[in-house]
């Protein structure tokens, strides 16, 4: 991460589907030395495996301090979170293939036995540079090894090209595809100052390249990249997949920092499948804006995506009630969440609850393998059963003991994290299965009468424009109950509805017009 100058309940509110469940993180006490942040990780056959990352906290703003080689983990850790941690050495390997290994903010993706992992920053040679490298390691063949033990030089694959020279991306795959979304590549010693002692060029793309063969002979075939330097200059932040409003599979890119223009992070996300990169529009995220353990849910009876993100630094915070921006960007504890509707409209909720210390910079969520999945990397939320539902953990980041350390850091002000939370979900809280109840957009002031009542009508008033209006009707659940479309002429300020099949009971009732979400109303139907 480069930066500039016991129980905890937690309730989740407003989440369609998911609203008002609540999340236990129970903490694990593991026999660790010390904590670790900004690592890869996966997991194979119970085990998980966390390769690289930074032993210390925050980096601090003097060169020859910042990103010492004291601080890389050049061993990969193994948690069994049942029984025990442990460490498996690299000493048996050569160093091109270790330095890779060891450096902070690599890009890495999981398939089956392989862990992928693509740049990072570190240490080769006595210099600091992005590694322009592509390992790949069989788990396969760590699985059986114990503590001490040395990884075999059998278990990797390494290969080089100038493209791979990237740290603090995100590397994802689409199909057969792999994505390398985002990042930097950073030569040289940090200096807050933009001094000489380093360099720094953003990829402004999603590099996207194919593996093919087996292992240990794979080979690499690179496709047309996905370029755009407004919106994919970004580095630093959390890449989610999504299941589409049409059910198809793709990526967001949340937040990120620097904008080219200030030393401040995006506020805006950014859509990315094989056709490209769209922005979100009509979105601002203002919170969790740097890589932060994150966690995707999707709802199938909704079709509806969320995604939860765990503490970490934001530019917004919540200060007793109120949303409060601070350009210094300081470390939070804020929980949030970001959702799409079945309609492709998309809101950001922050939690009432929060981490309990300045937590989350650089942890990793890692899914429990027996959750039930309706995509590579998101959780199929209606397989979920019982009422408390265990579905994975959070480990490590970086810990700071006050929000804004960087002016006054001398290394002792933050550490690396070794905390290890067990997550699980509370069904039986589900109530309300909707967006917040919010004020109409201007222009749309609209209600169902009478309310309750045994027949309704809508009543509008909308832009001087024809268009396509959709009610929908959902229960206290956020079950979708039915649905309603009609064409309206400008000038039209009521229709007669046909409720003929609908039950009787309370509804949360969304308007759209020209499939943009206007806002909810509750309404009571009392039978026809």
């Excluded at 990797?156 to 590549?185: K, W």
């Excluded at 937590?359 to 019982?386: H, K, R």
């Amino acid at each position: 991460m480069f930066r500039r100058l016991s129980l905890l309940f937690l309730s989740l509110l407003s989440l369609v589907g998911i609203a008002q469940s609540e999340l236990i993180l129970e903490s694990i006490n593991l026999p660790l030395s010390g904590g670790l942040q900004s690592f890869a990780h996966a997991e194979y056959q119970g085990k998980f495996y966390l390769v690289g990352g930074r032993l210390d906290g925050l980096h601090q703003r003097q060169p020859f301090a910042s990103f010492d080689a004291a601080g890389h983990n050049d061993e990969i850790w193994v948690i069994e979170p049942d029984t025990g941690f442990y460490k498996l050495s690299l000493g048996q390997l050569s160093s091109s293939i270790v330095d890779p290994l060891k450096s902070t903010n690599l890009n890495y993706y999981q398939e089956g036995d392989y862990l992928f992992l693509v740049g990072g920053y570190g240490i080769s040679g006595g210099s600091h540079i992005t590694h322009a490298t592509l390992t790949i390691i069989d788990l396969s063949q760590l699985h059986n090894l114990s503590s001490g033990m040395s990884v075999p030089t059998s278990a990797i694959q390494q290969i080089s090209h100038p493209d791979f020279a990237v740290c603090g991306g995100q590397l994802e795959r689409i199909d057969s595809t792999f994505y390398l979304v985002g990042g930097h590549e950073f030569t040289g010693r940090y200096n807050p100052h933009n001094g000489p002692s380093f360099t720094q060029t953003y990829t402004n793309a999603v590099r996207r390249f194919r593996i093919n063969g087996s292992f240990p002979q794979f080979q690499v075939s690179w496709e047309n990249s996905i370029s755009d330097p407004q919106l994919l200059h970004r580095r630093d932040y959390n890449v989610g997949p999504e299941i589409r409003e049409d059910g198809s599979f793709g990526l967001i890119a949340y937040s990120g920092v620097f904008q080219p223009n200030v030393d401040l992070p995006y506020l805006n996300a950014v859509r990315i499948n094989s056709s490209g990169a769209t922005e979100i529009p009509n979105f601002n995220q203002y919170y969790n804006h740097y890589h932060c353990a994150n966690v995707a849910l999707y709802d199938a009876q909704n079709k509806a995506m969320h995604n939860l993100f765990f503490g970490g630094i934001a530019q917004y915070f919540e200060q007793n009630g109120v949303r409060t921006q601070d350009n210094n960007v300081p470390f939070v504890k804020t929980i949030a969440s970001v959702s799409r509707d079945s309609m492709g409209n998309f809101w950001e909720h922050k939690f009432q609850a929060e981490m309990p210390a300045l937590l989350g910079a650089g942890s990793e969520f890692f899914i429990d393998p027996s959750i039930p999945l309706a995509a590579p990397g998101i959780i199929d939320y209606n397989q979920l059963t019982g009422d408390t539902v265990f579905i994975g953990y959070i480990f490590g980041g970086i810990e700071s003991s006050a929000a804004n350390i960087f002016l006054s850091n001398t290394g002792n002000e933050s550490s690396a994290s070794s905390n290890f939370f067990k997550v699980s979900l509370i069904k039986s809280q589900l109530n309300l299965g909707q967006k917040e109840l919010e004020n109409p957009k201007s222009g749309f002031n609209w209600q169902l009468a009478p309310n309750p009542g045994k027949h309704a009508q809508i009543w509008y008033q909308e832009p001087e424009q024809s268009g396509v209006f959709k009610l929908a009707f959902r229960d206290e659940s956020g079950r979708l109950i039915s649905e309603e479309s009609w064409t309206q002429m400008a000038g039209q300020r009521h229709r007669d509805l046909d409720l003929n099949d609908l039950p009787k009971g309370s509804y949360l009732v969304e308007l759209y017009f020209n499939k943009e979400f206007i806002s909810l109303q509750r309404w009571i139907y009392h039978g026809h």
